[in-house]
């Protein structure tokens, strides 16, 4: 238990770059620009498991060490998608551009019900985790849920990437049938 503590403070406590970094990667996407977040996930991986070789062998941090290699990893993956997002994306040059009050309660009015549902997922999948720990208080019923969800997050990974493909080919037409109006 101590150990999943020191975790939690140090991941949890940078748990915003979780939401920073899909938002610049999306940014990316929409923009045509698909394979700058990739680079920027496999480097941060890297860093990651170069650095939890480091913090345990090297320094033997233990697992302070391990989420520090992962929040460092994270703040590099963030700061990739930044400048990748500052240096292509000319956004603010167009002149068909929406006032940002615009832009902004449209994806309140789109994002919002997509965050609720994950939200609820969330909590449907916590809620569920103490139900089997009350179950079971040796952790197996927990450890074998944690193996299933990793398996099936494969199956998710690429039902997501279709989706998000099909949402930026859906954009590009849009986009194309506007220009075609204008």
């Given at each position: 238990?101590?150990?999943?503590?020191?975790?939690?403070?140090?991941?949890?406590?940078?748990?915003?770059?979780?939401?920073?970094?899909?938002?610049?990667?999306?940014?990316?996407?929409?923009?045509?620009?698909?394979?700058?977040?990739?680079?920027?996930?496999?480097?941060?991986?890297?860093?990651?498991?170069?650095?939890?070789?480091?913090?345990?062998?090297?320094?033997?941090?233990?697992?302070?060490?391990?989420?520090?290699?992962?929040?460092?990893?994270?703040?590099?993956?963030?700061?990739?998608?930044?400048?990748?997002?500052?240096?292509?994306?000319?956004?603010?040059?167009?002149?068909?551009?929406l006032q940002n009050k615009e832009?902004?309660?449209?994806?309140?009015?789109?994002?919002?019900?997509?965050?609720?549902?994950?939200?609820?997922?969330?909590?449907?999948?916590?809620?569920?985790?103490?139900?089997?720990?009350?179950?079971?208080?040796?952790?197996?019923?927990?450890?074998?849920?944690?193996?299933?969800?990793?398996?099936?997050?494969?199956?998710?990974?690429?039902?997501?990437?279709?989706?998000?493909?099909?949402?930026?080919?859906?954009?590009?037409?849009?986009?194309?049938?506007?220009?075609?109006?204008?």
């Amino acid at each position: 238990m101590e150990y999943a503590k020191t975790y939690l403070r140090i991941v949890g406590g940078f748990c915003f770059l979780n939401a920073l970094i899909p938002i610049f990667s999306s940014y990316l996407r929409a923009f045509r620009h698909t394979k700058q977040q990739l680079i920027a996930s496999l480097l941060a991986n890297v860093v990651n498991l170069c650095l939890n070789a480091v913090f345990l062998f090297g320094f033997h941090s233990g697992v302070a060490g391990v989420a520090a290699a992962t929040v460092i990893s994270r703040v590099l993956n963030l700061v990739i998608v930044i400048v990748a997002g500052s240096l292509l994306v000319k956004a603010k040059e167009d002149p068909e551009r929406l006032q940002n009050k615009e832009v902004f309660v449209q994806i309140i009015k789109v994002g919002l019900p997509s965050a609720l549902e994950t939200a609820l997922y969330n909590v449907a999948m916590t809620l569920t985790i103490r139900f089997l720990n009350m179950m079971d208080e040796a952790g197996v019923n927990v450890t074998a849920r944690a193996y299933t969800a990793q398996i099936a997050n494969f199956s998710y990974c690429a039902g997501a990437a279709l989706a998000q493909a099909n949402a930026i080919m859906t954009g590009w037409r849009i986009d194309l049938r506007l220009a075609r109006i204008i």
